[in-house]
T-cell receptor
Framework: NAGVTQTPKFQVLKTGQSMTLQCAQD?????MSWYRQDPGMGLRLIHY???????DQGEVPNGYNVSRSTTEDFPLRLLSAAPSQTSVYFC?????????????FGEGSWLTVV | GENVEQHPSTLSVQEGDSAVIKCTYS??????FPWYKQELGKGPQLIID?????GEKKDQRIAVTLNKTAKHFSLHITETQPEDSAVYFC????????FGKGTRLHILP
């Protein structure tokens, strides 16, 4: 009963490097999303997907790319890391289509860009 | 797009007293309003939710109220205990889920 799995848990990057945060869920959820959490800013939506092959931008999409080739996986790519992207990243998933579906979060990925 | 405002940002209450956290939202199409509790170093966990066709919901010491006309909803915690100390987030959902900025709740002994 894995739920939402994020990797890596901790990562340090140099400015300009690229990397991918992995997210996988085993609950057959249509909806998946990425949030970043910064002090005093709450959880801000980066990108989301309502199903395989469909992605859309959230509140703070700049500097990030996503793809959704399968229902299970929703990787988040940082194209050229910047210190402003130092944050905690959470992946979340949920069933789609009915009102009131619980959102399940991963344990978070702590990213530091130096 | 949807905008969720949450107040207060910090709240301190005496153990045993009640705590109230309030949120407003902007998109009248939002139809689902969950509340999450986040403890240090962990992901948010759902504690209670309410749908747009319901005005109030209660689960033991926790209750949520929704006023769709005014576009606001509130979390009420009664008989607070030390383990209630955490950060609480409200959210509103239409096709995507937008969160408030969080309330840090301190329960004072």
């Amino acid at each position: 009963n894995a739920g939402v799995t994020q990797t890596p848990k901790f990562q340090v990057l140099k400015t300009g490097q690229s990397m991918t945060l992995q997210c996988a869920q085993d609950m057959n959820h249509e909806y998946m999303s990425w949030y970043r959490q910064d002090p005093g800013m709450g959880l801000r939506l980066i990108h989301y997907s309502v199903g395989a092959g469909i992605t859309d931008q959230g509140e703070v999409p700049n500097g990030y790319n996503v793809s959704r080739s399968t229902t299970e996986d929703f990787p988040l790519r940082l194209l050229s890391a910047a210190p402003s992207q130092t944050s905690v990243y959470f992946c979340a998933s949920s069933p789609q289509g009915a009102i009131g579906n619980t959102i399940y979060f991963g344990e978070g990925s702590w990213l530091t860009v130096v | 797009g949807e905008n969720v405002e949450q107040h207060p940002s910090t709240l301190s209450v005496q153990e045993g007293d009640s705590a109230v956290i309030k949120c407003t939202y902007s998109d009248s199409a939002s139809n689902y309003f969950p509340w999450y509790k986040q403890e240090l170093g962990k992901g948010p966990q759902l504690i209670i939710d309410i749908r747009s066709n319901v005005g109030e919901k209660k689960d033991q010491r926790i209750a949520v109220t929704l006023n769709k006309t005014a576009k606001h909803f509130s979390l009420h915690i009664t008989e607070t205990q030390p383990e209630d100390s955490a950060v609480y987030f409200c959210a509103a959902r239409d096709d995507k889920i937008i969160f408030g900025k969080g309330t840090r709740l301190h329960i004072l002994p």
